[in-house]
């Protein structure tokens, strides 16, 4: 009948499923010497796990968590370096470039057309050329268009499934209200 017990046990344990009373008990199964002969080969595997309990009271979760948290600040402090060293770079170069404009003769700048039906005959050839080059570019997406509208059809089915999943869900809460 033990040995039985110890079998449910053993089948909770390795499903992650066992509590913590279940599995001192399997340790101390294991440990005694009236382990069943079926049993035999899980006790290496006790006695392994007990040999590489640490001695004393370490507590190992702290420890992790302190190392963690100190890893984390260190990045935290490298990235704020990093940005301070960045930003001072940039408003360095901002100042310069006020400074430069400043001095700057604004006089110096000239238009290229001194005649306007001109300049906006240029820009008007301009405009044109790049927007025959923006159409010729969106062209090549007719094809993403054509895979929407056939996406469209599962999409629906998609969406009817989600209607589902959340019908399930709202069950569910329903279910476990007390």
Known sequence: MKSEHIKQILKRYFDGESSLHE???????????????ELLPFRDLFS????????GNN???DTLMDFIMESELEEKNKYRRLWQTVTGIAAALLITLLVFNYTNDRSSWKD???????AYTEASKTL??????????IAHLQAVQKLDKAVQ?????????NKGFVELEEVKQINTAP
């Open 23 to 37: 599995e001192r008990e399997l340790r101390k199964y294991f440990m005694s010497e009236a382990v069943d002969d």
């Open 48 to 55: 392994g796990l007990e040999e590489l309990k640490p001695a």
């Open 59 to 61: 507590n190992m979760e």
């Open 112 to 118: 290229t057309y001194s005649d306007p039906e001109q």
């Open 128 to 137: 044109h050329y790049m927007a025959g080059k923006y159409k010729k570019g």
């Open 153 to 161: 059809p599962m999409n629906k089915g998609i969406e009817a499934i």
